[in-house]
């Protein structure tokens, strides 16, 4: 299967412009990566049919 909507489910806290300047480009990178993953194989299936499958993929960042 492909890929479809990519969103950030939890964001990184900051506390001054800085870090958040920073976690825009870092959510955005990780949009990307996980947007240019390729096709999958096979797509999930539920009683012998394939279906929509919702993943979430944890990705851990810090900011220094």
């Known amino acids: 299967g492909s ?3 990519v969103e950030v489910v939890k964001s ?5 412009a800085d870090q958040e300047i920073a976690k825009e480009q870092a959510e ?3 949009r ?11 797509p999930a299936y539920k009683d012998g049919k394939p279906v929509r499958l919702e ?5 851990a960042l810090k900011l220094d």
């Open 12 to 16: 990184l806290e900051t506390s001054n």
């Open 3 to 5: 890929i479809g909507e």
């Open 28 to 30: 955005v990178q990780a």
């Open 32 to 42: 990307d990566l996980i947007a240019s993953l390729p096709k999958f194989e096979k």
């Open 55 to 59: 993943m979430v993929l944890p990705i």
